[in-house]
């Protein structure tokens, strides 16, 4: 009776194995990359950021600018289930963290063009001046913003709102990405080493990435798979991502860089 019983035990076991997240985390970028090219507008909206990205111009460097109108594309007019796929598959490995990283070319669309990172405050104050860069701030301010009162410090169902205001900084002067190939931190391509009397100030723009505990969640949660971006419009092109309204009434008025403070140092509870 136990030599029947061992093959059926070792059999259960490895259905089991094949059906942990972790077993099926680890081809999930892979799955996310095969279902853009799968998808006709997925694949030729990817194939024209990469084909910007990946070019030069006259003088050798990146075409930067025209790199990033094509990433906002990508996000603006591109599926959702697919593009949030390839922006926040789950990584179990290096290897697969930094297929991850590379998803939209960072040397030109993230890093550069010096070797270290600028002080955060320059792409700051040209995005404040910028007709495409400021309204997304503010919706990834809005969106990905704590809640004290909330049970975890989250207000519930905020999760894809802040994922997708967060994909729509990508192509922006603020354009975040994966910091490393070891963790899913994110962060813009700058630092506060620089910033002189503005060190809080930038600080506080820094943290609505790097001590943003609503956006590691809608990120880990979109790893586990329960994030609701692919439940909501599954098959829709057009999402509004810059309607931003509050209950004092809509943030044209507002200055971006007086709401920094209030926003990034509310209490991460």
């Not at 003088?59 to 922006?87: E, I, Q, V, Y």
């Not at 930094?98 to 010096?114: D, K, L, N």
């Amino acid at each position: 009776m136990a030599h029947c019983l061992q093959p059926l035990l070792l059999l259960l076991l490895l259905q089991l194995l094949l059906r942990s997240p972790s077993s099926a985390a680890r081809n999930r970028c892979v799955d996310a990359a095969e279902a853009c090219t799968a998808d006709a507008q997925c694949q030729r909206l990817r194939t024209e950021y990469v084909g910007h990205c990946l070019g030069r111009t006259a003088s050798g460097d990146c075409p930067r600018a025209r790199c990033r109108r094509a990433l906002r594309r990508f996000f603006a007019r591109g599926s959702p289930a697919l593009t949030h796929a390839l922006l926040f598959c789950s990584c179990v490995d290096p290897v697969c963290a930094e297929r991850r990283r590379q998803t939209f070319v960072p040397a030109c669309a993230f890093s550069g063009p010096g070797p270290a990172p600028p002080s955060c405050l320059g792409p700051l104050d040209a995005c404040e001046h910028s007709g495409v860069c400021r309204p997304r701030l503010l919706a990834f301010q809005a969106s990905c913003a704590p809640a004290p009162s909330a049970p975890d410090g989250c207000p519930p169902d905020q999760a894809s709102r802040c994922l997708r205001a967060y994909a729509g900084l990508v192509g922006t002067t603020l354009t975040p990405n994966y910091v490393d190939n070891a963790s899913a931190r994110v962060a813009p391509w700058c630092d506060c080493g620089a910033s002189g009397n503005r060190r809080e100030e930038c600080e506080a723009f820094r943290e609505l990435f790097t001590g943003n505990r609503c956006l590691d969640g809608a990120i880990q949660a979109f790893d586990s798979g329960q994030s609701p971006v692919l439940q909501d419009h599954p098959d829709s092109h057009q999402h509004s991502l810059l309607q931003v309204s509050s209950a004092d009434g809509p943030l044209k008025g507002c200055s971006l860089l007086s709401m920094l403070p209030v926003l990034a140092l509310q209490p991460l509870l």
